[in-house]
């Protein structure tokens, strides 16, 4: 069974940075996908970034240039930095992997069955 944990969100004024980590246990391959999702209040969940490996990743263009996604695969570990935070990035954040699709990197929610329980990044103007 997988079990996903993310941590590392907070409150921080425009234009800085967080690193969010997200840990997921029983993961036994590096070619499943690890991705970030954020939700808004009122909003849907949309992707964030995602990477398989450690060095294929796939951003939103909202986030392209700013977020970097990492992965360290001896610790079933993602990493997002985010960098020029801006408020438009207040949402609840989360992290999501899939045993079913192995080199690709679904952009759909639906397409993930392990979830964390978020955290929240709050961008103060």
């Known amino acids: 069974q997988v079990q996903v944990v993310e941590s590392g969100g907070g409150l921080v004024q425009a234009g800085g940075s967080l690193r969010l980590s997200c840990a997921a246990s029983?993961?036994?391959?590096?070619?499943?996908?690890m991705a970030w999702f954020r939700q808004a209040p009122g909003k849907e969940r949309e992707f964030v970034a995602g990477?398989?490996?450690?060095?294929?990743?796939y951003y939103a263009d909202s986030v392209k240039g700013r977020f970097i996604i990492s992965r360290d695969n001896t610790k079933n570990t993602a990493y997002l930095q985010m960098n020029s935070l801006k408020p438009d990035d207040t949402a609840v954040y989360y992290c999501?992997?899939?045993?079913?699709?192995?080199?690709?990197?679904?952009?759909?929610?639906?397409?993930?069955?392990?979830w964390g329980q978020g955290t929240q990044v709050t961008v103060s103007s």
């Open positions: 999501a992997t899939d045993l079913r699709f192995t080199r690709i990197i679904p952009t759909n929610p639906i397409s993930y069955d392990y």
């Open positions: 990477i398989w490996r450690n060095d294929v990743t």
């Open positions: 029983g993961l036994a391959s590096s070619f499943y996908p």
